[in-house]
Every structure is written in structure tokens, then in C-alpha cells.
């Protein structure tokens, strides 16, 4: 699950691709957090400082990439709603133009 995870993230994050991101995202919050936080919680591993402890900074880790990662998506989406505004007004004035030659022959 977490090779699935990562991979999502860093296609997402390098090809720009939203459901890629959205998936890591998805499956950070709803999968990997819960399960994190009940291996820190459990009984059987508060015996043990070491894992205690490596249990502790994975699941900071891993807050710190929901909340970094939250606000990148929406910066993301953002961006490609203003890039394909930008496309369709490019292709209305397109339109326009060759209408207006087309009326003026």
C-alpha cells in the first residue's frame, strides 16, 4: 500500500497530475494515518522506546505531508482551472476572428 501511495504522490506531484495527487492524498488521510496512529496508540508497542519513538516521527511524517499536501492541491487545481479558462477564451477569439474574416469576404 504504501509503494501505491508514494508513487501516486510523486507522479502527482511531477506531472502535475490532480487524480494522481488526489489519490495520494485519499489514501494518506483515509488508510495510512489511521493505521499509523494505531501502531503509535498500541499496547504492545508502548513497552518499547525504540519503536515508540520511529512510530512517533512516521506519523509526524506523515501529518506533515497532509497538511503540505492539502494546500499544494488546491494551489494545483487552481492553476489548471486558470489554464483551461485561458485555452477556451484562446479558442472563442480564434472563433471570432475567423468568423470575421469569413464575413468579410
Not at 21 to 39: D, H, K, M
Not at 47 to 71: D, F, K, M, Y
Amino acid at each position: 500500500m504504501e509503494i501505491i501511495r508514494l508513487y501516486l504522490g510523486h507522479t502527482g506531484n511531477l506531472m502535475s497530475a490532480i487524480p494522481s495527487f488526489a489519490g495520494f492524498l485519499i489514501l494518506s488521510f483515509l488508510i495510512q494515518l489511521p493505521l499509523q496512529i494505531y501502531l503509535l496508540i498500541a499496547t504492545h508497542t508502548l513497552r518499547h522506546l525504540l519503536a515508540t519513538v520511529v512510530q512517533s516521527v512516521t506519523t509526524g511524517l506523515l501529518v506533515l505531508q497532509i497538511l503540505v499536501g492539502v494546500p499544494a492541491m488546491r494551489k494545483l487545481s487552481a492553476f489548471r482551472r486558470k489554464q483551461f479558462q485561458m485555452q477556451r477564451w484562446q479558442y472563442m477569439d480564434q472563433r471570432v476572428t475567423a468568423k470575421r474574416v469569413a464575413d468579410e469576404q
